[in-house]
C-alpha cells in the first residue's frame, strides 16, 4: 500500500484527492465505523481514521503492527488487532515477503507467474492468531459498519464472504476492497477466488460498483487499469430499493 500511496501522490489530481478527504475527514461531520483490515503505517488508514467515532483495524504482520500501535497509541477512537482474519477463529500459518516491509505477506504462496514479473519472495513463515470477522463482530455488538475496507492479499473475497450475514442484512454502508481481474483470480495460487465476478455475485444483489482505481477512489469514476496489473480497488455502496 506504501508504494501504491507513492505512486498516487506523486499524480497532482490524485494528490488533491487525498488532500481534500484528509481535510473534510478531519473537519467535516464524523461517520460510526470504520473497518479496515489489512493496514499499512503509512496508507489509507492515516488519511480515513479521524473521520469516524471508532474505528477497528486488523494487521497479520507482526513487525508493521508494532509500527501501527506505536504510530495511533494516543489515538482514543482506534482500535487496533495483530491477527490474520480467516472464516474461523484459531491460529494460522502465515507467509513474510521481502518487499516494502512486508507490504505482500499473505496467508498464500505466490502465483508463478505473477511472480516471475517481479522481485518479491516469502522469505518467513510464522504463525499467528486469527479470528472470524463476523463472530468478533457480533461479540463487539456492532450491528452497522459504515465503510468496509480490505486489502489483505488474495483473501478479500473469502473474507467478504463470512460477512454474508451482515450483507444480507444491509449492514454494511460500504465496501471497498482489493480484488483481482478476472483472467487472473489471484495472484496467490492457494488461495480462493479473488476475481471481481466472484465479488459481485457475492454482492450484487444488495450492493452496486461504483468505482474503480487505485487507492482512494471517487464515487461513480471507473479508472482504466493497465492490462499488466492484475490487481485493483473495487468500491460497492447499498442499492437504494
Known sequence: MKEKLKKILNNPSKALLYLSTAFKKRFGPKKG??????????GEFNILYPGYKIC??????????????????????????????????????????SNND?????????????????????????KIPCINLNNFLEKEKITYVDDYISDIQ????????????????????NIKCEVTKDIYKNIYSDLPDNSETGFNKLLNDNYKMISRGHGLLVDNKFEKISDDVWEMDCKWTLKQH
Open 102 to 126: 512486508g507490504a505482500s505477506s499473505s496467508i498464500g504462496t505466490f502465483n508463478e507467474e505473477w511472480q516471475n514479473n517481479t522481485n518479491v519472495q516469502m522469505v518467513k513463515k510464522i
Open 33 to 42: 465505523v470504520l473497518v479496515f483490515v489489512g493496514m499499512d503505517p503509512g
Open 56 to 97: 477497528y483495524g486488523f494487521e497479520a504482520n507482526p513487525d508493521r503492527f508494532q509500527k501501527l500501535s506505536k504510530k495511533f497509541a494516543q489515538k482514543k477512537n482506534i482500535r487496533l488487532f495483530n491477527c490474520a482474519i480467516a472464516n474461523y477463529d484459531g491460529e494460522i500459518e502465515f507467509n513474510i515477503s
Open 154 to 173: 488474495g483473501m478479500d473475497l473469502e473474507v467478504l464472504k463470512s460477512l454474508r450475514p451482515m450483507i444480507e442484512k444491509k449492514q454494511i454502508g
